[in-house]
């Protein structure tokens, strides 16, 4: 039980580092938490900074979630009572947490979608070929980023029953359908200004939009 506490332990600290504010301390000390939508995500560095700027928060967010799931869980630890499959899940769980309510910057990081895609990535990476899919469709067709996002989140516990696979008892699916509502959760702003009406819409990456 121990060891597994540390690696969560582990993990959280690593998701805890939020790329875009690492970044942010190498551009003038910038905080994009005081531009635009206020969040530390990649999309509102891109909106505030630029592709440079976001790119760079991209790789250390889903790198992040990538050492969280495929490295921790393997750290030289006791590995007494552990499987390495739901290791794996928890530790993943932990990094995207971390991200959100980041120690090292007061509890106020991201969304956890970008250390969501990492973690995926070393769990199932067809389950990530179907989210990434899935949120470059909507992303097409509707234009919201946020919707994009969600709808790929959901995606990932519904492939992890119809895949083979143990189903409802395998840790693909608990972790998908956990962080499908935590990403809901981290949402909550969007999903409001969804129904209102007022969300942000990226009308360049809109299908109609380009054939005008």
Known sequence: ?????????????????????????????????????????????????????????????????????????????????????????????ASIVGHVFPVFFRFHGGKGAATFLGVLLMLAWPALILALVVWALALMLSGYVSLSTLLAACSVPVYALLAPGDGFASPLFWFGFAMALFILFTHRSNIRRLVTGSENRFKRAMLWHRQR
Do not use: E
């Open 1 to 93: 039980m121990l060891a597994l506490v540390i690696r969560i332990l582990v993990a959280y600290l690593l998701g805890s580092l939020i790329g875009s504010l690492i970044v942010g301390k190498f551009y003038g000390g910038v905080d994009i938490r005081k531009s635009g939508s206020g969040n530390a995500g990649s999309t509102n560095a891109l909106r505030t900074q630029g592709k440079v700027f976001a790119l760079w928060v991209i790789i250390i967010d889903v790198g992040k979630g990538m050492l969280a799931a495929g490295v921790v869980p393997y750290l030289p630890l006791s590995h007494a009572f552990l499987n390495p499959g739901w290791t794996a899940v928890i530790c993943g769980a």
